[in-house]
């Protein structure tokens, strides 16, 4: 009778340290997984902000510029490609295409000294530069969480519960995409 209490004992025992194992591994990638959530609602609270500065700046700009048609196209096309992505990688790749067009709008907006001396122009540059700088460091905290995930997930024994618990193998980075990145940006003035 001791013995059989003693081996239902050790079994309880390891019936515990097993369960133990796979709630703290369930438990981090749960944690891991809205880390990588909550950064990524950060990216688009940076990207709408931008997306919502886009109007004022655009209107400001064609006033002085009423002849440079295309880029205002342009421009109303990148913002509905961003308006309209649901994933991810659409999301970025929208990103991606409005920052190069930003950055055509912009340098029109160098041809223009009295635009540039514009008190509006100058504020939603600013503004402008300032959610870009938000949404560098947004991008970069989320790449971190991105990177601590797909460590987590991909390491053993995590590996095995990944699939098994219903989570992503793999969690997509935020990159930006394009020669026009890799590029200097030439400043005239």
Request: without cysteine; charged residues 20%.
């Amino acid at each position: 009778m001791k013995k059989v209490l003693i081996v239902l004992g050790i079994i309880a025992v390891v019936v515990i340290l097993i369960a133990s194992f796979f709630v703290g591994q369930y438990n981090g990638l749960v944690r891991s997984d809205q880390d990588v959530k909550q950064n990524w609602a950060q990216v688009e609270n940076q990207l709408q902000r931008r997306y919502d500065l886009i109007p004022n700046l655009v209107s400001t700009v064609k006033g002085y510029a009423t002849h440079e048609q295309t880029i205002f196209v342009q421009v109303a096309e990148a913002r509905s490609k961003l308006s309209g992505a649901a994933t991810v990688n659409e999301k970025v790749a929208a990103s991606n295409g409005m920052e190069s067009v930003l950055g055509r709008l912009l340098a029109i907006a160098e041809n223009y000294p009295q635009l540039r001396a514009s008190e509006n122009f100058r504020a939603l540059q600013d503004e402008l530069a300032g959610t870009e700088n938000r949404l560098a460091v947004a991008r970069m905290r989320y790449n971190e969480s991105v990177q601590a995930y797909n460590t987590k997930a991909k390491s053993f024994p995590t590996v095995m519960f990944v699939g098994m618990f219903g989570f992503d193998r793999e969690k997509p980075f935020f990159q930006v995409a394009g020669e026009q990145v890799k590029e200097t940006p030439k400043v005239e003035f």
